[in-house]
């Protein structure tokens, strides 16, 4: 992980920072980390929006597991 250190923040952006950590339950830290990984497109929340719309049009899979395939394979190959 790197890291950064941003100098002359607006009072008013560290305020609503730590208002919005506080109400999280989380450091103000978490909080601004949160808010450049979301300016830069990789929001977790984003993310997961996401991959299950992509879940959604695959599909669930099957029943079938690989240990069902390959007990299925060994039963074949018995006398």
Do not use: C, F, W, Y
């Amino acid at each position: 992980m790197g890291q950064i250190l941003i100098r002359n923040i607006d009072a008013a952006v560290l305020a609503a920072l730590r208002k919005r950590a506080a109400a999280s339950g989380t450091s103000t830290e978490e909080q601004a980390r949160r808010a450049l990984a979301k300016a830069v497109g990789l929001d977790r929340d984003d993310a997961v929006r996401r991959l299950d719309e992509i879940r959604k049009a695959i599909g669930r899979p099957g029943d079938e597991s690989v240990v069902a395939d390959l007990r299925r394979d060994r039963r074949r190959d018995e006398p």
